[in-house]
Every structure is written in structure tokens, then in C-alpha cells.
């Protein structure tokens, strides 16, 4: 768990990034979570940065471990579920069209 001051250093006002250190923040150390943190915010953020965007990657089919990797960069698949157990409500309530 983070200590207060590294928990501020990890807040973001993107609302991806703030699920995604929801997820990771689970038994992680402080360094990891700032790398995989990094690595959607550089490499991934652009093409996933919207809730939308985050549903089709994760209504996809692929493999968990590989929607970790396109996500954070780690093959940290177990925490998709985590993921998607704080977004399902959220999915349940968006239309389909």
C-alpha cells in the first residue's frame, strides 16, 4: 500500500489512470505501479484514454495477460478482473448500440 505522500504523487485527474492505480495498487510496490503508470501514460493513453476505448479493449476476446500488457506493460493479466469488477456497473449502464 502506498504511504500517503507516493499515493499524491500517483493521483491523476484522467479518470483512466486514476482505475488503473486502483487496480495496480494492490500489493505492488510504489515503483512498479509508477513505471506501469508511466507506460499507459506514453505509450497507451492516446489510444485507450476514454472509457469507450477501455470497454472494446476489454470486450475484445483477447487474453487477459495481453490486455495487462497493452494497458501497463506488465503481464499483471489477474488485475483485468479487478479492473473490470470496478467498471461493470458502469458497463451494465451504458447503451448499446
Not at 490486455?67 to 488485475?79: K, P, S, T, V
Amino acid at each position: 500500500m502506498l504511504a500517503k505522500r507516493e499515493a499524491k504523487l500517483l493521483h491523476s485527474k484522467d479518470y483512466i489512470s486514476n482505475l488503473l492505480i486502483a487496480v495496480l495498487d494492490l500489493r505492488l510496490e510504489t515503483t512498479t505501479v509508477e513505471r506501469a503508470l508511466e507506460f499507459y501514460r506514453v505509450e497507451r493513453s492516446k489510444q485507450i484514454g476514454t472509457f469507450a476505448r477501455l470497454k472494446r479493449l476489454l470486450e475484445s476476446g483477447i487474453p487477459d495477460v495481453d490486455i495487462a500488457i497493452q494497458l501497463w506493460g506488465y503481464r499483471y493479466g489477474n488485475r483485468i478482473a479487478t479492473l473490470l469488477s470496478l467498471i461493470l456497473p458502469f458497463i451494465l449502464a451504458t447503451p448499446r448500440h
